[in-house]
């Protein structure tokens, strides 16, 4: 019982309105005691007595009108100067004598005592000739089990019962409009999250931001699956073509198709070059998964960004001198050392300056930068190729993500998983990459390392 949400929030809401019709009640029940509806009974006739004798025909002297009605409502009238003398008294033989009762601001009752302490109810009203006008009364003696059945329960059985049940009714209301939009988040969530839809925004505020975590959420998962079934048939695609390769040559051995020893020879080739082919692509593979692990070994040590721009650019001059490509490392005159691993950086620029070669025409240019600012190093590859469009920019970087499946061999917009390492490996080194690229003009990569000053005198 009460283990739902629902019940739970109404419940809860059901506590807090008797909590507070609790109060509630023990401040009214407070006030009758102090205030009991005798007293205002009593009062109330105090002052309709003290109406019909100060609005006497003037031909009646005011003492035989008082007389007359104290008899007749059985009250005690008096009549004072205004320094308290007694002028009359309808009762001076029967009851002790009466001060002038004085006015209290704070008191609900007014309420005055005899010479003998004896209390009295009154109604105060002073004359037209200075003098003052009272009518009391004994004080009635209650009980409070008289209070509380005569003046309490009534009011509790038919006012508070309605507030109890009208409440618990809106009560019911707001937990339903708490509870719905998080039952169905929960009916969403049991699904399988590939055919799962984003659910409605709905209730209160803190619900509808759960709510819109929830669709991002699955949004992300669902992106995250395709991605997987994407990366998947392109490794597949990818292992396809060299596997065939080699089981086919090799058959052609077993089955001596290849009779001759430059047939032999050429099958042999075959085969080890689309074996050193699939040994790349699991190396990458093995590494994407350690960086993503954070196992990854990084040694950091102190790295002359511009000697090893330079290493970069000679590395790749005879592969750029036959693509017909030129090739050019320039860096800042002060720019100073980063603490990082030296093999990973010249991995990441290896990188970038092999894709930037197969899509620059000939006649193009590469050109690996280097700069400082008070906080950062930036290094940038930028080349005078092919561009890339702005979908592909988007996710670029996408380890799952390939722009064009056609295109084969590492290709700059996205194929294969030689960005997605490079992504890794700023990052291992609290650093940032970005891509800036217009289709037809070239395509330019920063990539941002932050670095302390100290490190630079390393």
């Known amino acids: 019982m009460f283990t739902s949400l629902r019940s739970r929030l109404w419940l809860s809401y059901a506590l807090i309105v008797v909590t507070a019709l609790g109060v509630v009640a023990m401040v009214l029940f407070a006030y009758l005691l102090r205030n009991p ?4 009974q009593t009062i109330q006739r105090l002052k309709s007595v003290e109406t019909i004798v100060t609005t006497r025909d003037d031909s009646r002297p005011l003492a035989a009108v008082a007389e007359n009605a104290a008899r007749t409502f059985d009250v005690r009238i008096l009549q004072y100067t205004k320094d308290g003398q007694v002028i009359f008294d309808t009762q001076p033989d029967k009851q002790p004598a009466l001060p002038l009762p004085q006015k209290r601001l704070l008191s609900r009752v007014p309420l005055a005592r005899d010479e003998n302490g004896a209390a ?3 109604s105060f009203q002073k004359l037209s000739d200075k003098t003052i006008l009272v009518v009391a009364s004994p004080r009635p003696r209650l009980s409070i089990v008289n209070i509380f059945a005569d003046d309490f329960l009534p009011i509790i059985l038919q006012s508070g ?6 409440s618990l009714v809106v009560a019911f209301f707001v937990a339903r409009w708490i509870a719905d939009p998080l039952q169905k988040v929960v009916i969403a969530a049991s699904e399988d999250s590939s055919r799962s839809k984003p659910v409605e925004a709905r209730g209160p505020h803190e619900v509808r931001e759960l709510t819109r975590a929830f669709n991002a959420m699955v949004a992300r998962a669902q992106a995250s699956q395709k991605s ?3 990366f998947v048939a392109n490794v597949s695609h990818e292992l396809k073509t060299p596997l065939t390769s080699v089981q086919g040559f090799a058959q052609a051995l077993l089955d001596g198709a290849a009779d001759t020893e430059e047939s032999r020879r050429q099958a042999a080739q075959i085969i080890y070059d689309e074996s050193a082919r699939m040994n790349r692509m699991v190396l990458d593979l093995l590494d994407l998964a350690k960086l993503d692990a954070g196992t990854a070994d990084i040694t950091m040590s102190s790295v002359n960004i511009a000697a090893l721009l330079n290493t970069i650019a000679e590395k790749f001059a005879p592969q750029s001198q036959k693509a017909g490509v030129k090739i050019m490392a320039a860096a800042d005159s002060n720019l100073p ?3 990082a691993d030296g093999d990973r950086l010249a991995q990441v620029f290896a990188n970038l300056v092999d894709n930037a070669l197969k899509f620059t025409p000939v006649g193009g240019s590469i050109t690996l930068r ?5 906080r950062e190093i930036l290094v940038s590859v930028a080349d005078t190729g092919v561009g890339i469009s702005p979908e592909a920019q988007a996710r670029i970087f996408d380890r799952f993500y390939q722009a064009d499946p056609a295109r084969k061999g590492g290709a700059k917009h996205g194929a294969g998983l030689g960005l997605a390492i490079v992504h890794e490996i700023v990052q291992a080194h609290g650093g940032r990459i970005a891509v800036r690229s217009r289709l037809g003009e070239g395509t330019t990569f920063d990539v941002f390392f932050p670095y302390n000053k100290s490190d630079s005198h390393l």
């Not at 280097?370 to 008070?374: G, V």
């Open 337 to 339: 050392k980063l603490s």
């Open 228 to 230: 997987q079934r994407d």
């Open 120 to 122: 009295w109810l009154y």
């Open 37 to 40: 509806l005798l007293y205002r």
């Open 370 to 374: 280097a700069s400082a600012d008070n």
């Open 161 to 166: 019962l309605i507030a109890l049940a009208l």
